[in-house]
């Protein structure tokens, strides 16, 4: 199933996130796509606060993912400029994704086959540019 929505600001992105992710549960993994910009951080943002996560939520810079005590606990992966991450160290991602918890991961072109392998993904979430603060936001769930 593929929805496609229309936001015209950061909170219309985060309410859509919100929605996603009442009917996220604990082992889904949820990637975002979209060039450097569209609203992946804020995206994800919105699902954190709904999923019970009241601190900051912002892009990871010095390791590949932070992680989020909730009641289900969430990951938030950014893995920009990581090449091939299988080939580098298959054990980076155990750290952060599995049975036990949410993932969303920013950039997941170089590790799709690895994530898919360790976990569920529930969704794959496309933001595109629509001109000035309008993006499309494209939810492809399973
Ligand atoms: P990414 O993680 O994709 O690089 P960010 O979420 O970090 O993007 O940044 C998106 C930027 O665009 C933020 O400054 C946000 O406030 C702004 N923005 C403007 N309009 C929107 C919108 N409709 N949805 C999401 N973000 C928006
Ligand atoms: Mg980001």
Not at 111 to 134: C, F, K, N, P, T
Request: proline content about 4%; some cysteine.
């Amino acid at each position: 199933m593929s929805r496609r929505h229309e936001t015209s600001d950061p909170a219309q992105t985060e309410a859509l996130a919100a929605e996603l992710a009442a009917g996220l549960a604990a082992g889904d993994v949820v990637l975002l796509v979209g060039e450097l910009g569209t609203g992946k951080t804020t995206f994800v943002r919105g699902a954190c606060r709904a999923l019970g996560i009241d601190g900051i939520v912002t892009s990871p810079t010095f390791t590949i993912g932070q992680r989020y005590q909730a009641s289900v606990p969430v990951s938030h992966l950014d893995l920009y400029r990581v090449v091939d991450l299988g080939n580098e160290d298959p054990d980076l991602l155990a750290d952060y994704i599995g049975p036990d918890r949410i993932a969303f991961v920013e950039w997941p072109e170089s590790a799709v086959a690895a994530l898919a392998g360790l976990s569920r993904v529930a969704a794959r979430v496309v933001i595109e540019h629509a001109g000035g603060d309008r993006r499309v936001v494209t939810i492809e769930a399973e």
